[in-house]
């Protein structure tokens, strides 16, 4: 037979709730757990999760979606994500759909049909439909990086559009007038603020705003290298360009190494994300770096606090800073 | 009160064998598919996963151990594993142990209580201690990129040998003798094959192995730029070096970076892992690239085969090769 909580608490001599506490993460004594540790051994006590799900109606899981597991950006944030939750007794579904909405959809419903006990999402879908669902349900929600309007959640953003117009106002300090944006998908959350910032930082230098400088990629490689062909093609004339995510800055890079363009006499370049890749080029690329770390750490602060009962305190926005990193490419 | 197969059952006509088929994954014709997704919608039928999981002692979750979710092999192989095994109703649990063994051991225990049903590993531990347990309860274990002496599950890994092999003996057909090799840890499967084919090479052209040309990095960013340093500064007669990891491959490239070391003049340079970092460095690199997405299919296949019951076939060892991408670096 096997050994229940109760055959643990007479082994210790420690309370019920202790035990309970111990296995639902709460606080127990450094010397306490010992014991308990002790005595699982000892028992071969094994706890059936699955029994525990049905009977406190918590999952203990936490269901992820995101557009690329394989964005640089986007592993950063889960991996210290994960990390923390783990900490806590929970563990992260983690669906990955392809930047499709449909896909995204489906996710959702997976995770739902899972009974998570909370889901935290970089949207590719900018209705938030899928996200009610939860909410309703008082499952809570974090939103990451992409803000969506309408529903009312948690969010950890970063402030893109100061990002941008830094960046912008560096080449400009350089004498650069004409400067290339590779954008990316014009709906979405982020591209809108990045392209805000590059507005701004140009307008407040008394600029003119062109918009055949600005090309829209799709957040990856082929995109970016797609949309720097087309403003070498179309915009020879430019001197400078601003690529605004990490995937597309490696594709750009690549189509330049391809046109033989050399960086910084040819063009200015200024790359996003990812220190280590801008480290390893030459010349070093001078970026725009994203707090992944700090970001995982607020979203997993963010959904245990919701979890652990603050269901009704007010829905909170984070808004972390980039950092501009100077290298050799302007 | 909440809609049961039973009421799908009725709602289309359908036996019950056939509706509990499409809810477990099982093949279920279009029309009827259809048809249960119609009745699903109008009777709001929601399934109950966690009561499911306790019915059939089946959770539907296949836990997931990698040492670092942020190295670009481990997110590529992951990325599809998991988009596979959903389709077939599975959720994966990733846990990212940061290469190291006790984080992995709490990783491994966290997944066995959560009773999943099968277990997705690439070991940071050498032992396979840990795997043991889910094998006596009959859960399926498949092993990637670094075997393990003595568990007896599925493998998928690389033929790293050839790998370093093929990629050295190149180097010697360009005339090269002192040729370096940043290597991973020496007690690492995969380090230890692809130090094989190091030696492999140069024997079978007459060329002695000097050992002070090998240096072990930790499969890490900074431990590539230490073990490139270490070479730099010991052997400044060595003319070629092959780096066998990605991570390792940027270390290199910001050391030689740093130190204004021209690629190919001063040094032929062979690296590994992602082509698009290859193809965006200056000038582009040679590398060995590892078949990710074919060992995530071949993973979640073999994970599969077993989950459906193959639980007594043979062990199968798959062995992918490598794709050499010749750039101008050497």
Redesign the interface.
Known sequence: MAATMKDLARETGLGLATISSYFNGGNVREKNKEKIETAIKKLNF??????R??KTNH?K?IGVVIP???M?FC??I??EV??IL?NYGY??????C?SDEKREEE?LD?H????VDGLIIMPTSTNGKGLKRFLEHNKPVVVIDRKIDGVDCDCVLVDNEKAVKDGIARLIEEKHEKIGLIAGPSDIYTSKERIKGYHKALKERGLQVDKSLISCGDFT?SGGAKAMARLLDTRPDMTAVFVSNYEMT??A??EL?ERGVKIPQELSFIGYDNK??A??????LSIVAQPTKEMGKAVAQLILKRLQGDGNGKRKIWKLETEFIEGKSI
Chains 1, 2 share one sequence.
């Open positions: 094994e706890i059936n999760e699955v029994a799900g049905l999952t899981l690329e597991l394989d640089i592993a950063q889960i991996t994960e990390d783990r563990a992260t579904i983690v669906c990955d392809r996710a997976f739902f049909h899972r009974r490689i490696l594709g890079m690549i190494n280590e890749f480290y390893a080029s030459n010349p070093q």
